[in-house]
Structures are given as C-alpha cells and as structure tokens.
T-cell receptor, first 114, second 113 residues
Framework: DTAVSQTPKYLVTQMGNDKSIKCEQNLGHDTMYWYKQDSKKFLKIMFSYNNKELIINETVPNRFSPKSPDKAHLNLHINSLELGDSAVYFC?????????????FGQGTRLTVV | GEDVEQSLFLSVREGDSSVINCTYTDSSSTYLYWYKQEPGAGLQLLTYIFSNMDMKQDQRLTVLLNKKDKHLSLRIADTQTGDSAIYFCAERGGSGNTGKLIFGQGTTLQVKP
C-alpha cells in the first residue's frame, strides 16, 4: 500500500543510453513532482505536473522529458545520459491547492551513469 | 529570491538535545517544514509550522520560528541513535499553488551512543 512508488530503485547504465523512471501515487493527489538529489544531498525540484499539465520546469536540459499519462502517474524519460546525470531522483505528490499541503516522497531511484 | 540555508553537520551524544537551525529568505512562505531522510530512503515529513506561529511542539520535537529573522529551528529532545539521519528544512516556494518545496542543504545528525 505504498503511497508513492517509483521504479526502478537502482539503475546503472552507460553514457549515451536512454532510460525511464516510473512513478505512481495512490493518494488521489492532483500534483506530482520530480526532484533531483545530487552527491552532496542537495535536493532541487525539476518538474511538476498538476492534473497532467506541466506547471514547473526548472531549467532542466531538454534531454529530460516528463510524461504524465494521468494524474496518478508521472514518468521521467532521460535521453543521451551523461555522467553528470548520476544522482538520486525522487518522485513526490501533494494536493497543491490546499493552504497546507504535505508532499509525500517515493523511495528514490539511484541512477548511476558509467 | 528563494533560498534556504542549514548547517551541514551536527554530532550529539545519546540522551542530549539536538538543535538544527535553518534560515530562509522568502518572507511570504506560509508553511515551513522539517523532513527526515534516513540512509537509502525517501523523505519523511517530521513536522511543519504555519508562519503565524512562533512555536510548535510534537512529542520530542519542538519547532521555533522567528519570522522577523527568518530563522527556523528544530529541537529533538532526548536524542536517540535512531534519530541519526539527514534533516531538511523546506519552505513552500514559487508563485501560485504549485506546492513546490525549496530545500536547505540538509543537516546530517550523528548520534553517538
């Protein structure tokens, strides 16, 4: 009964490959997010979708393309992977239209590009 | 702009109190949050405080907010080894109701037995 689940948990791939990370939430939230955590543990938002509409795109390279088939799913596709893409990627969801909103996070996907 | 700063590391002995500090820049933030990240895990919300409050207590956790100085702190009483983790301060940023969170760098709390 995981609230926010993302797969895979670990992903090791070579430079230049294309890979996808999937995320699903069963909380009925209207907004989903992708955050990137670098090797220094710094967390920064990448994208956000509200009811399948892109509302935040934080100057992320075009190689990263989020896709939201419905409001319970937000996938992240990365083309032409580079060494600098190695990080932990967290999916999250919240009900953003409330004054108080709690973001629930997935367990993270550790991406290693070799 | 939006910026959240924390000290990077804190070491305490088991049973002592831990105080983790955070400063933020966006005075319009309505809610401020503390998240905990255990090794290899995602982020878990510990507690939050509304901007019109000065203090919030929840069992061993006490959050203090000084809105004038834009300073937030998290006090953990009777710190246990299981409290060892990274603690992130976050403010709700961005215009509109996006729910975007701006995180600090995280404070690694080391609890020595």
């Amino acid at each position: 009964d995981t609230a926010v689940s993302q797969t895979p948990k670990y992903l090791v791939t070579q430079m230049g490959n294309d890979k996808s990370i999937k995320c699903e939430q069963n909380l009925g939230h209207d907004t989903m997010y992708w955050y990137k955590q670098d090797s220094k543990k710094f967390l920064k938002i990448m994208f956000s979708y509200n009811n399948k509409e892109l509302i935040i795109n934080e100057t992320v390279p075009n190689r990263f393309s989020p896709k939201s088939p419905d409001k319970a799913h937000l996938n992240l596709h990365i083309n032409s992977l580079e060494l600098g893409d190695s990080a932990v990627y967290f999916c999250a969801s919240s009900q953003a239209d409330r004054a108080y909103t709690e973001a629930f996070f997935g367990q993270g996907t550790r991406l290693t590009v070799v | 702009g939006e910026d959240v700063e924390q000290s990077l590391f804190l070491s305490v002995r088991e049973g002592d109190s831990s105080v983790i500090n955070c400063t933020y820049t966006d005075s319009s933030s309505t809610y401020l949050y503390w998240y905990k990240q255990e090794p290899g895990a995602g982020l878990q919300l510990l507690t939050y405080i509304f901007s019109n409050m000065d203090m919030k207590q929840d069992q061993r956790l006490t959050v203090l907010l000084n809105k004038k100085d834009k300073h937030l702190s998290l006090r953990i009483a009777d710190t246990q080894t299981g409290d060892s983790a990274i603690y992130f301060c976050a403010e709700r940023g961005g215009s509109g109701n996006t729910g975007k969170l701006i995180f600090g760098q995280g404070t690694t709390l080391q609890v020595k037995p």
